[in-house]
C-alpha cells in the first residue's frame, strides 16, 4: 500500500497560483486512480480533481474547472495539483488520495495523505 505526502502549500495572493505535489512511496502508484479533496474550517470536506491510473481522463469540481489542473508523473511517483487564478474561497487544508474508484466520493478512497494548507489573501 502507498503513503501520501503533499506539499506546495503556502499563503499567496488572490489571482496568484501554486502547485501542490503529492509524493507516493511503494512500487504500486501507477495502479491507483488519485484524487485532491480540500477541507475548509468548519466545512465538509470537498472533491477538487481525479486523475485515473495513467493520467488518461481527468476530472473536476465545477469551482476549480478552468483554473486548476491535476497532472502526474509515475516516473516519480508523484501527483500535481497546479493552482491558478486562486481566490479566497479557496483556502482550506488540501489532501491527495489514493485508490478512489468514484472520484468524487472520498469514501472510495483508501489511502490519504496529510495534507497541506493553502491560504489565499484577498
Known amino acids: 500500500q502507498v503513503q501520501l505526502v503533499e506539499s506546495g502549500g503556502g499563503l499567496v495572493q488572490a489571482v496568484g497560483s501554486l502547485r501542490l505535489s503529492c509524493a507516493a512511496s511503494?512500487?504500486?502508484?501507477?495502479?491507483?486512480?488519485m484524487g485532491w479533496f480540500r477541507q475548509a474550517p468548519g466545512k465538509e470536506r470537498e472533491f477538487v480533481a481525479f486523475?485515473?491510473?495513467?493520467?488518461?481522463?481527468?476530472y473536476y469540481a465545477d469551482s476549480v474547472k478552468g483554473r486548476f489542473t491535476i497532472s502526474r508523473d509515475n516516473a516519480k511517483n508523484t501527483v500535481y495539483l497546479q493552482m491558478n487564478s486562486l481566490k479566497p474561497e479557496d483556502t482550506a487544508v488540501y489532501s491527495c488520495?489514493?485508490?478512489?474508484?468514484?472520484?468524487?466520493?472520498?469514501?472510495?478512497?483508501?489511502?490519504w495523505g496529510q495534507g497541506t494548507q493553502v491560504t489565499v489573501s484577498s
Open positions: 488520495a489514493a485508490g478512489g474508484y468514484r472520484a468524487s466520493d472520498p469514501a472510495t478512497y483508501a489511502v
Open positions: 511503494g512500487r504500486s502508484f501507477s495502479t491507483y486512480n
Open positions: 486523475i485515473v491510473w495513467n493520467g488518461g481522463s481527468t
